[in-house]
């Protein structure tokens, strides 16, 4: 069974920093490429960043460039992201989704539970 399970939201100021991560287990982690996309309350589900297999290559959303960097350790199947400079706009529910985004149908990815980010003074 396929299985993506993240952790380490919470509520900071703005300013503040998070790390996220993301555990995998269920298929070959060490040869897709993972994504991380996020849904603010009242809207759809937005992509992050998406990082290669080999993380030789990592790509972000204009809205979060600079702020967030996307890694992963394939020894232990585990994707991350480092949320720095947060802002209150970048607050949602952050899901680590398994595949190449930006996506064309968010309806059919594969993704975990989520974690809350709530960015707020």
């Known amino acids: 069974e396929v299985q993506l399970v993240e952790s380490g939201g919470g509520s900071v100021q703005p300013g503040g920093s998070l790390r996220l991560s993301c555990v995998a287990s269920g298929f070959r982690f060490s040869i897709d490429t993972m994504s991380w996309v996020r849904q603010a309350p009242g809207k759809g589900l937005e992509w992050v960043s998406s990082?290669?297999?080999?993380?030789?290559?990592?790509r972000y959303a204009d809205s979060v460039k600079g702020r967030f960097t996307v890694s992963r350790d394939n020894a232990v199947n585990t994707l991350y992201l480092q949320l720095d400079s947060l802002k209150t706009e970048d607050t949602a529910m952050y899901y680590c989704a398994k595949g190449n985004g930006p996506f064309s149908d968010y309806s059919r990815i594969l993704r975990g539970q989520g974690t809350q980010v709530t960015v707020s003074s």
């Open positions: 990082i290669s297999d080999d993380s030789g290559t990592r």
